[in-house]
C-alpha cells in the first residue's frame, strides 16, 4: 500500500500525558500537512510542512502543540499536557511537489485521539 | 466563521431521490474540491474543479463550479445507499498551499 500511512490508529492517554501522531506521506510526496475533526465536523488545517521545514503553522494552537518533518522518517504531530478536549481524529495528508498543483490532497485514515 | 458555508447540514433521502450539495464562500479560490469521508476513514478526494463555469461528471455526480470561482454544488441522481457518508468541499486559496474545508454535509440514503 503506497497510501499515507498514520499510526497509532487509535490512541488513548490520560489528561497531562503526551500524545506522538506519525504520519508517513505517499511515496514521491515531500509535503505534508496535519488536520483536526471533531465529530460530525469538517476539517480544520493545523499545520503545513516540507522535509526540515514548517511552511505554514496558522492553524497550530500556541500551546502544547508541535510538529515535525525530519529529513529522514514520518512527520510527527506531538501533543504535550494533553486534555480532554484534545480528542479528536487527527488526520495527515500529503501532496506532490507544487508547480501548477490544484491542491489536491491524499488523506491517511487518521488517528483518533481520547484523552481520559 | 466558516470560510466556506455548506448546506443542508444533514440529509436524509429514499433511494432513487436526487439532491443536491451547496458550497459558498465570498472569497475566490485558484481551485475546489470535493471529497467523500465514511465513518472511521479519511477523506476521499471525488473531484476537483478549476475554471469559473466548469461541470465535472462522475457517473451519477454532477460537480458545478460557479462562474466566479466561489461557489461549488454537487448533484447526485438516483441516490443510493451507497453514497452514504460525509461529504466536504475544500477550497485552495494559494494554488496548493493549504485547503480550507467546509464543515460538510451528511447525506443518509436510505434503501
Known amino acids: 500500500n503506497a497510501g499515507v500511512m498514520q499510526n497509532p490508529r487509535h490512541l488513548v492517554r490520560r489528561r497531562g500525558q503526551e500524545a506522538r501522531l506519525r504520519c508517513s506521506p505517499m511515496k514521491g510526496h515531500s509535503h505534508v500537512y496535519w488536520y483536526r475533526q471533531l465529530p460530525e465536523e469538517g476539517l480544520k488545517f493545523m499545520v503545513y510542512?516540507?522535509?526540515?521545514?514548517?511552511?505554514?503553522e496558522s492553524g497550530m494552537p500556541k500551546e502544547r502543540f508541535s510538529a515535525e518533518f525530519p529529513k529522514e522518517g514520518p512527520s510527527i504531530l506531538r501533543i504535550q499536557q494533553v486534555v480532554r478536549g484534545d480528542s479528536a481524529a487527527y488526520f495527515c495528508?500529503?501532496?506532490?511537489?507544487?508547480?501548477?498543483?490544484?491542491?489536491?490532497?491524499?488523506f491517511g485514515e487518521g488517528s483518533r485521539l481520547t484523552v481520559l | 466563521t466558516q470560510l466556506l458555508e455548506q448546506s443542508p447540514q444533514f440529509l436524509s433521502i429514499q433511494e432513487g431521490e436526487n439532491l443536491t450539495v451547496y458550497c459558498n464562500s465570498s472569497s475566490v479560490f485558484s481551485s475546489l474540491q470535493w471529497y467523500r469521508q465514511e465513518p472511521g476513514e479519511g477523506p476521499v478526494l471525488l473531484v476537483t474543479?478549476?475554471?469559473?463555469?466548469e461541470v465535472k461528471k462522475l457517473k451519477r455526480l454532477t460537480f458545478q463550479f460557479g462562474d466566479a470561482r466561489k461557489d461549488s454544488s454537487l448533484h447526485i441522481t438516483a441516490a443510493q445507499p451507497g453514497d452514504t457518508g460525509l461529504y466536504l468541499c475544500?477550497?485552495?486559496?494559494?494554488?496548493?498551499?493549504?485547503?480550507?474545508f467546509g464543515a460538510g454535509t451528511i447525506l443518509r440514503v436510505k434503501s
Open positions: 495528508a500529503s501532496s506532490p511537489p507544487q508547480g501548477g498543483s490544484t491542491g489536491e490532497l491524499f
Open positions: 510542512l516540507q522535509k526540515e521545514n514548517i511552511i505554514d
Open positions: 474543479v478549476v475554471t469559473g463555469g
Open positions: 475544500a477550497g485552495d486559496m494559494e494554488y496548493g498551499n493549504k485547503l480550507v
